[in-house]
Structure formats: structure tokens, C-alpha cells
């Protein structure tokens, strides 16, 4: 049986995405997100946040940077690394999220319009509906009508002429 590393998480930006580049030119894209879990504390619920760090390598870090800002909802599909080094004699350790794929979801924190996952949520990867109702693609920054994307403007993936 072989291991599995696999996490999906829904979150948001807690600071704006930073671009770098390593000594052989690779993008390195390094952001962090925080997600919220409830849980009960007495005979209350109350709102626990938790901390990742995310990191997205080449050309995806490099066509979302400019769209990973702060508060953005984002979807985040990867695998954890452990990151090792000694510092000052000691030994140190840092888990990070290394992303496979990245959905940008709806709108930002506290915005109006932009609040459930699917406002933004798209059939193909790394697009978002803008207020226009137009889709733009971000990983190709084209515009294109819903239409030639086979999602209707409900955003549930099905065309208004049902035959039933």
C-alpha cells in the first residue's frame, strides 16, 4: 500500500501572495490562508482560525500572484511538504501546502455579492466570474462569454432549456 498526502482546503488570503524567483529563474509564489472551523466551547459555537502556509511553483504562481490579494477566497488542492534546516544549532522544521491546483472563489471579505463558494466557482481551473457575468480566464487573461464555457449564468453548470 503506497501513502497518501492529499488536502484540500477553502480559505482566505491573510496577506497579499509574494513572487519570487529562484537562482535558476523558477517562480516561486508563497502566500498564506486562514480557515475557519467551528466548534463548541460550553453551550456556545465559536469560530477557531487556522494558519497555512501555501506555495504555488512556475507559470500558475506567476499568472494567480496578481490575483491572490488579501481577504480573496481561494481553494487550494495540494500536498504537504516538511521543510527542515538548522538554525543557530538548532533543529527546524515548517510545514507548507505545495499547491497542485487553485480555484479563485468568490469575492473578497466582507464584500458585497462575492460571499458563497459558488459565485465564483467555475468549470475549468483558475477562472472567476466578474460582475459583468463575463468569465475571465486567468490563467490565459482572455474574456469569453458564459456561453462557450457550458455553464449558465446561475452558475450551476446546466442550460436554461431543460427537457423535462
Request: proline content about 2%; hydrophobic content about 30%; aromatic content about 8%.
Amino acid at each position: 500500500m503506497s501513502d497518501i498526502n492529499h488536502v484540500v482546503l477553502v480559505g482566505r488570503l491573510t496577506r497579499d501572495a509574494e513572487l519570487k524567483y529562484t537562482a535558476n529563474g523558477q517562480a516561486v509564489c508563497k502566500f498564506s490562508i486562514a480557515v475557519n472551523r467551528r466548534k463548541k466551547s460550553g453551550e456556545q459555537w465559536v469560530e477557531e482560525a487556522n494558519f497555512f502556509d501555501v506555495v504555488v511553483w512556475g507559470r500558475q504562481g506567476e499568472a494567480l500572484n496578481q490575483y491572490l490579494v488579501k481577504g480573496k477566497l481561494i481553494g487550494v488542492d495540494g500536498e504537504l511538504r516538511q521543510d527542515r534546516w538548522e538554525q543557530d544549532g538548532q533543529n527546524r522544521s515548517k510545514i507548507e501546502i505545495i499547491a497542485n491546483n487553485l480555484q479563485l472563489l468568490g469575492g473578497m471579505s466582507g464584500q458585497s455579492g462575492g460571499g458563497g463558494a459558488s459565485s465564483g466557482v467555475m468549470s475549468a481551473p483558475y477562472g472567476e466570474r466578474k460582475n459583468d457575468g463575463a468569465y475571465h480566464d486567468l490563467a490565459r487573461s482572455t474574456h469569453s462569454s458564459p456561453e462557450e464555457h457550458s455553464f449558465s449564468p446561475s452558475g450551476d453548470g446546466f442550460s436554461d432549456d431543460i427537457p423535462f
